[in-house]
């Protein structure tokens, strides 16, 4: 019995399963079978890592390197609500440090982290695409996206306000 067997239901195990078992060469389908992984659970938690190295043969260090090389890969759980902030060239000269520091300091957590409560999750990120509206950030729910550009210190922290209120 592998460990997500083990330490997760049997119906857990039988779609990690799926997805190894959907591509035939598992070496250069890694990317793909994390990404598949990651949509089904969210992240990439230790129990699934294990599961897929030892249903792929590919060493658990790999893995660990692929998944932590490349940022849309998740080892802890996200947030209800995932906020990215622009640090790109436009949002930088911007003012984006003021509005990463103003969501850091309103929720009290560190870049990459998570509140206690599980509502927001913050990440800078490279560039949003969006260089028209800088500084801007991206919050990711239940609902859909939401971009929000032209940011202060001031409407960072209304607009983390008015999400913990619907809440």
Do not use: W
């Not at 070496?27 to 699934?48: R, V």
């Not at 599961?51 to 759980?77: C, M, N, S």
């Not at 927001?120 to 239940?142: D, Q």
């Amino acid at each position: 019995m592998s460990a997500v067997e083990s330490k997760t239901t049997e119906g857990m195990a039988a779609e990690l399963n799926a997805i190894i078992d959907h591509y035939q060469d598992h070496k250069t389908n890694l990317i793909s079978i994390l990404q598949k992984t990651q949509d089904k659970l969210g992240y990439l938690p230790a129990e699934a890592i294990t599961h897929i190295a030892d249903r792929t043969g590919i060493q658990e260090a790999k893995i660990y390197g692929v998944a932590t090389f490349y940022t849309q890969f998740k080892l802890k759980p996200l947030g209800k609500h995932n906020i990215m902030i622009c640090k790109g060239t436009a949002c930088h000269v911007k003012g984006a440090g003021a509005v990463e520091k103003a969501v850091l300091e309103h929720l009290g957590i560190e870049d990459g982290g998570t509140t206690d409560d599980g509502l927001f999750s913050s990440n800078s990120v490279a560039c949003l695409g969006c260089c028209s509206l800088a500084p801007v950030m991206m919050i990711s729910g239940p609902d859909g996206e939401e971009t929000y550009g032209n940011l202060t210190k001031e409407s960072t922290k209304e607009i983390l306000k008015g999400i913990m209120a619907a809440r």
